[in-house]
């Protein structure tokens, strides 16, 4: 394989995973920039707690997190799979054992680092709907998910994402996203350049 032919191959696997990355990220118009939201109060912060214990249990955190990146990690792949096989890489000898072996590895280095991260996540998600819930809305939810209602829904919500209509909807939402992806990065190098006033990667003068 040339060195362009080796480059053109790696493109493609940046634009690809860049994609996946881009359509699985959560949008917020209303985001707020960090250090300007208002601190809760501590009621409201003790029943956002229990509400959050309640709501991902410490003792299902790990398992739910292994559902929920498995599930969407195999709904990203197909689209990813294609993109990157356009051109019939993935049938060349040792690339598919290569590519499964990748995603794999970012699959379990992902899930790992959530588990590790929950702690963070579970006490920033506890601000948040302390800022956003009274401490009466917060008990209301606490009671929900005590009820066999609730605990249901503690134990399915998880693998929503692996059911076939939400897994389908992911994976064309993916796949679209990522068929414009290469024309948006060029559109971005243009720009960047137009910037820069040289192309990227040459050294300023």
Do not use: C
Request: glycine letters at 4%.
């Amino acid at each position: 394989m040339t060195n362009r032919g080796r480059y053109m191959h790696m493109s493609r696997w940046k634009s690809a995973l860049l994609g996946a990355a881009l359509a699985a990220l959560p949008v917020s118009a209303n985001a707020q920039t960090p250090g300007t939201a208002a601190q809760p109060t501590a009621e409201r912060l003790a029943s956002a707690e229990q509400l959050m214990a309640a709501m991902m249990p410490a003792e299902q955190r790990d398992a739910m997190v292994e559902e929920m990146m498995t599930a969407m990690i195999a709904n990203i792949i197909p689209g990813i799979r294609k993109r990157i096989d356009e051109k019939g890489v993935l049938s060349e000898p040792g690339i598919k054992e290569v590519f499964d072996h990748f995603i794999d590895r970012q699959r379990d280095l992902a899930i790992a680092q959530l588990k590790v991260e929950m702690p963070k996540l579970i006490e920033a998600m506890a601000r948040a709907y302390a800022r956003r819930f009274t401490t009466a809305q917060m008990d209301e939810m606490h009671a929900f998910f005590r009820t066999p209602t609730g605990q249901a829904y503690v134990k399915e919500s998880m693998g929503i994402m692996s059911d076939p209509d939400v897994a389908a909807w992911q994976r064309d939402s993916i796949t679209k996203s990522m068929e414009k992806l290469p024309e948006e990065l060029e559109l971005l190098r243009k720009q960047l350049e137009e910037k820069l006033g040289r192309p990227i990667g040459e050294a300023k003068a």
